[in-house]
C-alpha cells in the first residue's frame, strides 16, 4: 500500500526589498483613534486638528491630558482593593519646528485662560485685604506691647493662599509649598519640555540634585512625600500629590536627554508619547464652531467642581470600582498584555508594563466625561462601566504600539546598550579628567583643564557638558555663595559595601604590610592640586642613590661629632670693663 506524501508549497523568498518594506511599515504613523473618545471630546480634537492642519493626534493627547488634570486628585479607579490608579497623565508631543506640535498646548492653555486670570483676581483682592488686616494687627500688637494687661496678645491674621492650577517651569522644591496649598492637583503646562526635564537634575537648596528625579516619579502615583528644606530647616508633608504633564518636545532633545540610566529609572516609560509624520502647513479657513468650545468648557467646569471625601478631617479620593463586566474585561487584557511585555526588550518591557495602569487612568477619565456630559448610567461617585474600560484598554493599546514606533525611530536600545553620541563623549572624557583631579572641580578649573574647554566665553560648554553627567547620573552640582562645583557621583561598591572613590581620594596607610586590610580605614580626601610622580629608577641609578645616601649619612656623622667637639670646649668667661672715674 503506498503512501501518500504531501509536499508543501515553499515559501515566496523574502528579498531585501520587502524586508525593507516591512521595516518601513512599522515605522508608519497609525492613525488616532477618535472613535474611542468621548462625543464632545471627538468633536474637539477633530474641529481643532482641522482648524489647525495638524494630525489628530497632537490635539488628542494635550486634550486628555488636561481633562485628567482638571479631575485631579479627587478620584481613583480601582481594580482591587490594593491596586489603584489616579487621573494623572503625562504626555509629550514629539516633533521638530515648524511641524505644528504645539497647537493641542495652544489650544489647553485657551481652554482654562478664564479660570486662571480668575484665580489671579480673587488672590489679588485676598491680598488686599490681608494687608489691611495686618495693618491692624500691626497697631493692636504695638498698642499692647506698650500697655501693662494681663491680656492676650493680638493673633497676626494668616496670609491668604493662592488658587493654582497651571505651573511652568519650576524645580519640585518650589512646587511643593503649592501642592500643599493645592490639594486638588496641578497642571504643569510647558510647552518646551526640556526644561522641566532638566529640571530634575538641577541644584536645589533643600537638597543635593539629581533626587528631584525620584520625588517626581512617587508624584506619578500621587503618592505622599516630605521635603527638608535647607534655608529654615523647615519639613514640609504633602500627603496628596498629583500633577499632571503636558508639552512638546523635539526628537533629538528626548533621546539626548534619556540616557540609558535614566529610561533604567521609569522616567521615559511613564511618558505618553505621539510623533506624528510631519506635514507642510497650508492655509485653511476651517476654525472651531464656538458651540463645539462651549461644550468643551462646560466639560472642564464639571470636572473641577469635583471634590474629594473628608475623611477625619482630612481630603482623600473617592475610589470608583469597577463593574463586574467592567473587571472581568480588565482582568483578560492583564493576562494577554502580560504575555506581551515579557516578550520585550528592557526599555520597551519597562513602558510596556506602565500600560496596564494607563488602561485604568484612561477609563477613569473616560467614565468621568460621561458623567460631566450626563450619560446615563455613568456617576461621579459610581462603577467604571465596561465600554469606559474597553475605551481604555484600547487607547492603552494605540499608545503602546506608538511608544514601540518612536522606540525604533528615535533608536532607544536596550538599557545595557550605551549610545555614545559626541555629547557623550565629552561628557565621558570629562568625568575622566575631573576623576583624576580628585572626583570634583570648579568650572574655572575645569576653564583651565582639557583643550576643549580653554579660553574665554567656555563657561556655556562647560555647563552643558556638566549638565549631562548629572543627566546620567554620574555627577551632581554643589553650590555655594562663591562658587559651583561639579562633584562625580560614586558608581560602584566594593566587597564592604563601601562607596568605590576615585584612585586620587584613596590613601593606603604605609604601615600596613598588605595594604588591604587598612586601606578602608586610611580613605581620606586628597586636594585636587596635581603631585608629581616620581619616575622609576633604573638599577645604575639606584646604586648612585645608595652611595649617594651612604655619603649623606658620613657627612651628617662627621658634623654630628664635630659640633659634639665644638661645643665641649669650654670658653673662658667675658671680662667685663671697669668703670671709668
Not at 90 to 109: F, M, P
Not at 224 to 253: A, H, L, W, Y
Not at 499 to 519: A, F, I, R, W, Y
Request: include cysteine; hydrophobic fraction near 30%.
Amino acid at each position: 500500500m503506498k503512501t501518500e506524501i504531501k509536499v508543501e508549497p515553499l515559501p515566496p523568498h523574502i528579498d531585501g526589498e520587502l524586508i525593507e518594506q516591512r521595516a518601513k511599515a512599522e515605522t508608519v504613523a497609525q492613525p488616532f483613534p477618535l472613535d474611542l473618545l468621548p462625543r464632545v471630546v471627538q468633536k474637539y480634537v477633530k474641529e481643532g486638528a482641522e482648524a489647525c492642519g495638524a494630525d489628530p493626534s497632537v490635539i488628542a493627547l494635550p486634550t486628555l491630558v488636561t481633562l485628567a488634570a482638571c479631575i485631579g486628585t479627587t478620584r481613583k479607579i480601582a481594580a482591587k482593593s490594593t491596586w489603584t490608579a489616579p487621573a494623572i497623565l503625562w504626555g509629550a508631543v514629539v516633533g521638530n519646528s515648524g511641524t505644528l506640535k504645539s497647537c493641542g498646548y495652544d489650544l489647553s492653555r485657551d481652554l482654562l485662560s478664564k479660570d486662571e486670570e480668575r484665580y489671579q483676581s480673587e488672590h489679588e483682592e485676598a491680598m488686599k485685604r490681608h494687608r489691611l488686616e495686618h495693618a491692624k494687627y500691626k497697631r493692636a500688637q504695638t498698642k499692647w506691647s506698650r500697655g501693662k494687661t494681663d491680656s492676650e496678645p493680638p493673633s497676626e491674621p494668616a496670609r491668604p493662599s493662592a488658587h493654582r492650577f497651571i505651573v511652568d517651569d519650576q524645580t519640585l522644591e518650589s512646587l511643593v509649598p503649592v501642592m500643599q496649598e493645592n490639594p486638588r492637583g496641578l497642571f504643569q503646562l510647558t510647552d518646551e519640555l526640556r526644561g522641566f526635564f532638566d529640571g530634575m537634575g538641577a541644584y536645589s537648596s533643600g537638597g543635593r540634585s539629581g533626587k528631584d528625579e525620584s520625588r517626581w516619579l512617587s508624584v506619578f502615583d500621587a503618592r505622599p512625600f516630605s521635603v527638608d528644606r535647607k534655608q529654615n530647616r523647615e519639613r514640609i508633608s504633602v500627603p496628596m500629590t498629583g500633577v499632571s504633564v503636558s508639552g512638546t518636545i523635539q526628537p533629538s532633545i528626548l533621546a539626548n536627554t534619556f540616557s540609558p540610566n535614566r529610561i533604567a529609572s521609569g522616567m521615559l516609560a511613564r511618558l505618553l508619547l505621539v510623533m506624528p509624520e510631519p506635514r507642510a502647513k497650508k492655509w485653511t479657513d476651517k476654525e472651531m464652531s464656538l458651540q463645539t468650545r462651549n461644550a468643551m468648557r462646560r466639560v472642564v467646569v464639571q470636572l473641577k467642581d469635583l471634590e474629594h471625601q473628608i475623611v477625619d478631617g482630612a481630603p482623600q479620593p473617592i475610589v470608583l470600582k469597577m463593574s463586574r463586566l467592567a473587571k472581568k474585561r480588565f482582568a483578560e487584557f492583564v493576562d494577554s498584555h502580560g504575555a506581551e511585555t515579557i516578550q520585550h526588550d528592557e526599555a520597551l518591557a519597562a513602558a510596556w508594563a506602565k500600560f496596564e495602569g494607563y488602561a485604568m487612568r484612561f477609563a477613569l477619565v473616560d467614565h468621568l466625561v460621561r458623567a460631566a456630559c450626563g450619560e446615563n448610567g455613568c456617576r461621579s461617585d459610581g462603577p467604571v462601566r465596561r465600554k469606559s474600560i474597553e475605551n481604555g484598554i484600547e487607547l492603552s493599546r494605540w499608545f503602546a504600539s506608538e511608544t514601540e514606533r518612536i522606540y525604533a525611530t528615535l533608536n532607544f536600545a536596550k538599557l545595557d546598550d550605551q549610545r555614545e553620541g559626541p555629547e557623550n563623549r565629552n561628557a565621558t572624557r570629562l568625568a575622566e579628567w575631573i576623576k583624576s583631579n580628585g572626583g570634583s572641580a570648579t568650572i574655572r578649573d575645569i576653564n583651565r583643564g582639557p583643550r576643549r574647554y580653554r579660553g574665554s566665553n567656555k563657561e556655556a560648554l562647560i555647563r552643558e557638558d556638566c549638565n549631562t553627567l548629572v543627566r546620567d547620573n554620574l555627577a551632581e552640582w554643589e553650590n555655594s555663595r562663591s562658587v559651583s562645583e561639579i562633584v562625580l557621583l560614586p558608581t560602584e561598591c566594593d566587597g564592604d559595601g563601601t562607596q568605590d572613590l576615585p584612585e586620587k581620594t584613596k590613601q593606603v596607610s604605609p604601615k600596613s604590610p598588605e595594604g588591604s586590610k587598612s586601606s578602608s580605614a586610611q580613605e581620606t580626601h586628597q586636594p585636587r592640586r596635581k603631585k608629581k610622580r616620581r619616575k622609576p629608577l633604573e638599577a645604575s641609578s639606584v646604586n648612585q642613590s645608595e652611595e649617594t645616601a651612604d655619603s649623606a649619612v658620613e657627612k651628617a656623622d662627621g658634623k654630628r661629632r664635630h659640633t659634639q667637639k665644638k661645643s665641649s670646649k669650654k670658653r673662658p668667661p667675658r671680662r667685663r670693663r671697669p668703670p671709668t672715674e
